[in-house]
């Protein structure tokens, strides 16, 4: 699964987690006033603030994402309603100084970044940010303590998640997915509609048109800009997915016929393993080619045979960092962090990455099950960690990632590099047993089935609430246009019918939460492009998908300089650190991908595609 690290003052400025902070007087610029001293000045100001309560504040969003009451609820709302307060009091004053001249360089970004980073902008208006804080809040509460039913038992989140995967009866798959997204998504519908409108409202008081215009405009590049570069890069590996997408849909017709999934036309959303299409690898069984299809290998079975425990499995992904050359976590991450669920208390199951005091605590919150899937995710987790020291001297307004999607970038850009040569390093499988190029095929459908099916869904969270913001989706079609931007870019149909009663946007974490998801569609393509760079670095001279750069201490290098950038410079001044190139783009991916899409071709010939 895709996951976030939200837990830092400057994330919360820059990427999307509760603001933290406290109230304060409200600061103002006098007529006249508005100089390159006093914007330094003011800069100072901010940041001291911020510094000064970050900590307390972090660890209430800790103490509530780890124990979930309504008394966690109610601290984590108040701190929310002062942290947005303040959050918006400086982007006021931020947008004070715009035009002023002469200001250095360093302090116009820094003020560019206080103006455009917040992500839940509340209005200034009396109560405002308080009943904000207390929807979002609401809303999360609803999702950490949800449950679908599977035979007419409850479940929660975390286990219907896990049985949505396994499971191949299709009407269980379509109970556990109607029941999820009834009982989840639902009952935030109005709390939503209201929330909107107050983003909305704070956007409109900063100078933006819309909450939608505001996040795009943390690209170094203007939002319609930034739109346009979405849709290009989803353009250079659309034809990937929809080769993707016809195979699948082949094979699910195979299997369970043409009653439960038709051989044209979308793929039935719960017949993918996964509670919202957006990865597929869990049904790898059921489309695997014959011959194959067979990788040789299982990593959860490995890991299940050398008795990994959730500890051991942190461990190993630890151990691929140090092999780079970067410092071990601290001995504090092993004592603070939240590895298992515990059995007394309803937490947040959802993966995160902490960095509480904005310098060396770290730690990760998951409910760690022994299987491939959470042994990827903590790779992926502990990539946020690494990146959250890499920065910690830099201003705190710097202390996040080039982008948003560089932060999740990292850690899955080094999770590619688990490859069956890696594991055999680590011990987990023998020599002997790694898989010849025979099954290079298996090996890169089953990376398809995750890395490519995630594609149009990266991009179509946002769309959908890029036009809740702009108001071309009204709150009277929020479930008819969802379902209308499934279909245009997954090619997939819920299995029941649904109407404008429901929510199913709701039933998504980063919905309620109101983490921005574009972050995650770049991070698909970047991590690519990083992998593509470390194995040239690497000299790897084989197939780029069997490349690893374990132990390489070159490749660490050069990835903590980029890691230590933060977002000093603009992005492509990141990326071309690290890679040579200041575009992102899909080349990366296709050419990894490219001998499964030869072969897709060929599977796939006198069959329709498209949907």
Known sequence: MIRTGISTIALAMLLAAPAFAQTAKKETVPAGAATPAAADAFLARATKEAEAFSVDDARIQWLYATYINDDTSALVAKSGAEGTEMLVRFALEAAKYDKVKGLSPDTARQLGMLRAGITSPAPTRAGAATALAKLQTDMQTVYGTGKGTLKGVPTNGSDIEAAMGTNRNPDELKEMWTSWHDNVGAP??????????????????????????????????????????????????????????????????????????????????????????????????????????????????????????????????????????????P??????????????????????????????????????????????????????????????????????????????????????????DYLVSIGLLDRSKVPGEDKDLGLLLKQAMDKVAFLPFGLLIDKWRWGVFSGSIPASGYQGSWDALRLQYQ??????????????????????????YTRYFLARLLQFQFYKAACDQAGWKGPLHRCSFYDNKEVGTKLNAMLSMGASKPWPDALEAFTGSREMNGAAMVEYFAPLKTWLDEQNKGKPTGW
Not at 334 to 350: G, I, M, Y
Not at 388 to 401: D, E, F, S, V
Not at 495 to 511: L, M, N, Q, S
Request: with cysteine; proline share 5%; net charge negative.
């Open 188 to 329: 935030q519908r109005s709390d939503y509609q209201r929330a909107a409108g107050l983003l909305n409202e704070g956007s409109r008081e900063l100078g933006y048109k819309d909450t939608g215009a505001m996040w795009r405009s943390n690209y170094d590049m203007s939002p319609e800009d930034f739109a346009k570069l979405t849709d290009k890069l989803w353009n250079e590996v659309k034809p990937l997915y929809e080769a993707l997408h016809t195979y699948t849909r082949w094979k699910l017709n195979e299997k369970y016929g043409d009653a439960v999934q038709s051989k044209t036309g979308p793929i039935r959303a719960d017949l993918l393993g996964n509670m919202w299409a957006q990865e597929w690898g869990n049904i790898y069984d059921v489309v695997a080619p014959k011959g194959a299809g067979d990788v040789g290998y299982d990593v959860g079975e490995l890991l299940v045979a050398k008795n990994y425990d959730a500890i051991k499995m942190v461990k190993a992904g630890e151990g691929f960092y140090s092999s780079l050359g970067l410092a071990p976590m």
């Open 491 to 516: 090619g997939i149909t819920p299995p029941v019918k649904r109407d404008e009663t429901k929510f199913d946007p709701g039933a998504k974490y980063h919905i309620p939460a109101n983490v921005p």
């Open 331 to 420: 001995e504090t991450f092993w004592k603070r962090s939240l590895f298992t669920k515990p059995a007394d208390r309803e937490v947040q199951c959802h993966a995160s990455a902490w960095n509480l005091d904005n310098v060396d605590d770290l730690r990760i919150k998951m409910c760690i099950k022994v299987n491939g899937d959470d042994f990827t995710t903590i790779h992926h987790e502990l990539g946020h960690n690494y990146y959250q020291r890499a920065y910690n001297k830099l201003p705190l307004i710097y202390r996040t990632g080039a982008n948003d999607g560089f932060h999740e970038a990292i850690g899955d850009f080094v999770a590619l590099s688990i490859t069956p």
